[in-house]
Structure formats: C-alpha cells, structure tokens
Nanobody
C-alpha cells in the first residue's frame, strides 16, 4: 500500500520560514519523481516544485528563489524548504509521487501565512 504522509505545515508570519516533509512508503522511492503542489481556496492545484530521480528540479514561477525542494532517498523523504513566505503562499500543500503511468498523492498539509 502506497502512503505519502506530509508534515510541517502550520501558521507562520509573512517573511517567515517553514519546512515541509513527505515520508513515502510502498514505492521504490529513488525511482520516482517527487513533487509538491498546492491548492488555495477557489483556485486550481498548481505545481510548486518537483525533483526527479536524478536530482534535477523545477519550480513554479511564484516560488523561484524562495523555496527549495530536496530529497533523501535513504529516508524515503522529500522536503520543501519555504523561505520569505507571503500571504499568497497560503494553501494546502500536497506531496506527489510520479512514475510513468503511476501517480500518488498525500492527504495534504495546511500552510497559512498571516500576521
């Protein structure tokens, strides 16, 4: 059974930082591209960042230079370091695992940026 379990969300002030974690089980983690997506109320889910099995990364335009995705294959975990957070970063953040023809999602973790 595949499980993606996110943690690390919460309430933070503008300009603050958070680190999200996603622990994966039931997959050959090192073979999967791992990503973070987010969905704000009334908006479509959007890509935040992805890191491929080889380590290459891509970021959504709105988070470039502020967020960093990384992975630890020994721990089957992907991270999202979020710095210089803005109120518009408020959303539910979802972990995603992709392999050709296979896609899995976590349950999401809420990130709220507010003073």
């Amino acid at each position: 059974q595949v499980q993606l379990v996110e943690s690390g969300g919460g309430l933070v002030q503008p300009g603050g930082s958070l680190r999200l974690s996603c622990a994966a089980s039931g997959i050959i983690f090192s073979s999967y591209a791992m990503g973070w997506y987010r969905q704000a109320p009334g908006k479509q889910r959007e890509l935040v960042a992805v890191i491929r099995s080889g380590g290459s990364t891509n970021y959504g335009d709105s988070v470039k230079g502020r967020f960093t995705i990384s992975r630890d294959n020994a721990k089957n975990t992907v991270y999202l370091q979020m710095n210089s957070l803005k109120p518009e970063d408020t959303a539910v953040y979802y972990c995603n695992a992709q392999y050709p023809l296979l896609v899995y999602w976590g349950q999401g973790t809420q990130v709220t940026v507010s003073s």
